[in-house]
């Protein structure tokens, strides 16, 4: 599974011969691309509906959309997207297969305004785990899987310790860590503690002035926190390799 984050929460995963694009925003500091300047993904998946993780969605209409059925209407409505996972997007606890992909949508401790506007909610927030296996066959049958969490916008939440680590089993996850409107450094850390998880990387920062953060303070306080995991602060438009 190859991993590339172009800053914010902006990720590009691929599955096999699967391209993931995740949360679409490329006016940020960490990247140099143009949205022109990336290849239509098979799938684009959106955690949520505000402008930081949507503004860019449009330029990429033709890929199949992930999201909430009320986010996906207003991307079908607004943005030109045809085709959507079961037709009509998909909820919290869901699993799809994405081509090579499976992928499990969880909720996230957030607010889901359309575009920021409040006045148009776009459903519960959520995070996704990606997995090149069907996660009810690595929970049930020791299946051999990589896996990859992206948790959105959220505050931490005790799903990551009961729910995701126990049963989704997540090899790496991508944590925001810009505090005021997210998790912060500290309690980035405790999840990555709590998520048992081999790798991590911090997203979600330095974009604008209230999310500055000094990235080294997470891999600190992960070690802190317990955790063993290795920490990784990517540049951006840097890949990683992930494997089991």
Known sequence: MQLTWHGHSTWSV?????????????DNPKTDLEPSEVETPDYVLLTHGHADHIADAGAFSEATLV??????????????YE??????????GGTVECGDAYVTMHRADHTNGIMTEYENGAGMPGGFIISDT???EVATEGEDSTTFYHAGDTGLMTEMIDVIASFLEPDAAALPIGDHFTMGPWQAA?????????????????TFPPIEQ????????????????DVHVLEGDESFELSS
């Open 67 to 80: 999201a909430t059925p009320e986010l996906t209407s207003y991307a079908q409505e607004e943005f030109g």
């Open 190 to 206: 405790i999840a990555v503690d709590w998520l048992d998880v081999d790798h991590a990387f911090p997203m979600h920062y330095d």
């Open 214 to 229: 000094d990235p080294e303070e997470f891999v600190e306080k992960v070690s802190d926190a317990g955790s063993d995991a």
């Open 14 to 26: 691929t599955v096999g011969e699967t391209d993931l694009l995740i949360d679409p925003f490329f």
């Open 83 to 92: 085709d959507a996972v079961g037709g009509m997007g998909m909820n919290i």
């Open 134 to 136: 069907e996660p009810a």
